[in-house]
């Protein structure tokens, strides 16, 4: 007589979305975080398309994303940040599990973000790209959290509530607290928004995106 052997009920987790955290690296990584801190004050001084971009879309703080596109060989401090951002992302997309198919990642936009005490930045994707990210300049205490959305929130549909109790890949949204230093990198399609800064004075960092070509 065949009998079927008792099995523990499983649950497996699947579909995970990826995030790599990393301090920056390099030779002296607190040395090149000051020269882009100063770079990037400089920027937000010097460049008048990019405030006039931000004043004529109600952007509370400045940001270089629709008037400079060329800063890695503009400044030397940025040439520096991709060299170490490129070894970043290739960590990343092995992580993933890319096959690049004899293509490669190429950083193909990197701005410089500004956001004083009461600015936000709402959510949203990075379309045309694989790898976004950010790299963290400076952040006051008190400094908005980086808030990162579950992708598949719109489809939960009668879905209850999750418990607050309930462990950090359960929850619809995460709040992650970035360090100075640090890079955070996502897969591009990943909706995020930087809350409301209640620090006292600028959250300055730096993000790009990564292309497959």
Known sequence: MF?????????????ATRLYRAPLGGREPDGLRQDLAEACDMLEQEDAAGRRWCRDNGYKG??????LNDLPTRISAFGDLKRQLDKHAASF?????????????????L??????????????????????????????????????????????????????????????????????????LWESWLRHEV????????????SFNYAWV
């Open 3 to 15: 009998t079927l052997k008792a099995r523990m009920a499983e649950t497996l987790s699947l579909f």
């Open 62 to 67: 400045y940001t270089s994303y629709a008037s």
């Open 93 to 109: 997309a092995q992580e993933v599990g890319f096959d690049l198919a004899g293509g490669k990642l190429k950083l193909d936009s």
């Open 111 to 184: 701005w410089v973000n500004v956001l004083p005490p009461g600015g936000v930045h709402t959510g949203h994707i990075h379309p045309h790209s694989v790898i976004s990210g950010t790299y963290y300049v400076t952040l006051p205490d008190g400094a908005s959290a980086l808030k990162l959305e579950d992708p598949r929130l719109a489809m939960m549909m009668a879905a209850p509530t999750r418990l607050p109790e309930a462990s950090q890949d359960l929850q619809p949204f995460v709040f992650l607290t970035p360090q100075i230093g640090e890079v955070i």
């Open 195 to 206: 809350v409301l800064n209640r620090a006292k004075s600028k959250r300055v960092s730096i």
